[in-house]
């Protein structure tokens, strides 16, 4: 493919999503320029395919917080001088003090509202409501020279192009051909309940062992007295997650040194190791929470929440009377059946090997042995046949940099000065469209 037209469209750097990840990027690309007397709103441009950056939207449910410390935000463990910390952020809200007196860590609704207020400082280096459909190359004299990026009603030039749209939603494949209005992922939850207006379902199930699995068992549960959960585990059921200090240690620069040095194999079993620490676990108050409904529920003679444990689902069947499901006991293979109105799934994200906005790319990608993509220190994605063009991930290579690269807030910070420091210290000369 040969492209040689011009375009009034050409942005230094490109970056696919303006969540956490491009937004704390932003913040570096501001501070940096304005330290210079300047402005990077030219040389930085994000396209987000929503209305804002709003953190997790469809999971700001009542009586949630956040299970990281404050001083993981979008740019404290970077620079704890910048304007753009939590710290600023409740010093201009005036709640500083009243904060430090609340005792327990942030709300999602003041996290999700500290994105907004960053956001809204940085307007100038985002485009929302712009959802890439395709990343096309610009190929000349046989070499990758540049990226096409386009939308509906909009095209982007780049040459250097950073992937913050972050991981996507796993969807087990039995529940593929259901997925709709009454079968979603729990990352949709607060629009589907929107959605039916009040009239809520009453038979519900829930499959999940992780925090957005509990929450939303426990939102629905306050929502109606006659609403009943079986919420399904392959495990023994809900575990706490790991928040001990030793273990969140895994979350320091100096692990994530420690993770890319390990060879596959290694990788493989360190992850393992680690993964409760951001995985398949909720909260001390979660747990307390929804063992409570259960107890209490048996005082009264009701039960509103069925824990089905140690289950596989072995079939889904749409019939008239809603959702027929048959789970099997992994341990007697005992069967048991239910019928339910919705379900939702709160099975986490993933990560695919290469991000399908990259397929068109696929010539110019050099693989591992895995069939991922190489992703060097930097978090930069090896390329062959390239004319000093740069891609780089930036919060979709956990298989590379471990578990902080998944989703969390960990890394953040730290890996949007990486990456500018990278992009910075190359030069790459804009490609000369009009040749």
Request: net charge negative; hydrophobic share 40%.
């Amino acid at each position: 493919m040969n492209h040689a037209t011009t375009s009034s469209h050409y942005i230094d750097t490109l970056c696919i999503g303006f969540g956490p990840a491009g937004l704390a990027l932003a913040c570096v690309y501001d501070e940096e320029f304005t330290a210079q007397g300047g402005t990077g709103s030219s040389s930085f441009l994000a396209l987000e395919k929503a209305a804002s950056c709003a953190w997790h939207p469809n999971l700001l449910l009542r009586n949630t917080d956040i299970n990281h410390h404050v001083y993981r935000d979008l740019v404290t463990p970077r620079n704890p001088q910048s304007p753009y910390s939590f710290a600023m952020y409740l010093k201009e809200k005036n709640r500083l003090f009243k904060f430090g007196l609340l005792g327990r860590p942030a709300s999602r609704f003041e996290w999700s509202d500290y994105m907004t207020w960053v956001a809204g400082k940085l307007k100038g280096y985002v485009r929302y409501d712009h959802a890439v459909q395709a990343i096309e190359p610009i190929v000349q004299d046989g070499q990758l020279s540049g990226f096409r990026v386009q939308g509906d009603g909009f095209t982007y030039e780049s040459r250097k192009l950073i992937l913050s749209n972050g991981s996507s939603p796993n969807v087990p494949a039995v529940f593929r051909e259901h997925m709709g209005s009454y079968v979603f992922h729990a990352s949709e939850y607060l629009d589907r309940l929107k959605a039916f207006n009040g009239d809520i379902p009453k038979r519900w199930l829930v499959l999940g062992s992780g925090q957005s699995a509990g929450e939303v068992i426990a939102d629905l549960i306050a929502k109606k007295d006659d609403i009943h959960v079986v919420s399904v585990h392959r495990s023994i059921g809900f575990k706490v997650a790991q928040l001990g200090q030793f273990p969140n240690l895994v979350f320091l620069p100096e692990n994530i040194e420690y993770f890319k040095g390990l060879d596959s194999e290694g990788r493989d079993r360190f992850f393992n190791h680690v993964k409760s620490t951001n995985y398949s676990g909720i909260d001390v108050d979660e747990s307390q929470h929804l063992y409570s409904v259960i107890y209490e529920d048996e005082i009264v003679g009701r039960e509103r929440l069925k824990m089905a444990v140690n289950s596989e689902l072995l079939t889904l069947v749409r019939t008239d009377e809603g959702y027929h499901v048959t789970l099997r006991d992994s341990f007697t293979g005992a069967l048991s059946e239910y019928v339910v109105d919705a379900i939702a799934l709160g099975t986490g994200y993933q990560q695919p090997m290469v991000p399908g906005l990259l397929k068109p790319l696929e010539d110019f990608l050099v693989k591992d042995a895995q069939g991922g993509l190489q992703v060097d220190g930097q978090y930069q994605v090896a390329l062959r046949n390239s004319d000093g063009v740069q891609i780089y991930v930036n919060g979709l290579s956990e298989r590379t940099h471990g578990i902080s690269d998944g989703q969390s807030f960990s890394a953040v910070a730290f890996r949007a000065g990486v990456i500018f420091e990278s992009l910075q210290a190359s030069v790459v000369v804009p490609f000369d469209y009009s040749i």
